[in-house]
């Protein structure tokens, strides 16, 4: 059996590195997987990549509106969510 079946899994920043990943392994494991991020056409190439099954969904963590549209469309869709992965984030280099 896999260990996250029936499990609902939101990833944000899931649309490329860390969050992609993130989002194989748990589709993997059997969750339902929602990967959130702002590049539409790298959304679409995760969902091609992984799963046609799994829920993508555009907008900016900084947005509120978007937020809501996140989790009203996971509701929408899979009834409920199990799992939050924040991984969404912004590195700016600087010289030390």
């Known amino acids: 059996m896999k260990r996250l079946s029936g499990k609902v899994a939101v990833i944000t920043g899931g649309n490329s590195g860390i969050g992609k990943s993130i989002a194989q392994k748990y589709y993997e494991e059997g969750a339902k997987v929602v990967v959130f991020g702002r590049n539409k056409e790298k959304l679409q190439e995760v969902k091609s990549e992984i799963s046609s099954d799994i829920l993508t969904v555009s907008g900016d963590v900084t947005n509120t509106a978007d937020l809501k549209n996140l989790f009203e469309k996971t509701n929408d869709h899979?009834?409920?969510?199990?799992?939050?992965?924040?991984?969404?984030?912004?590195?700016?280099?600087k010289k030390i």
Request: aromatic content about 6%; glycine content about 18%.
């Open 78 to 93: 899979f009834g409920k969510i199990n799992i939050l992965v924040a991984n969404a984030g912004v590195g700016r280099p």
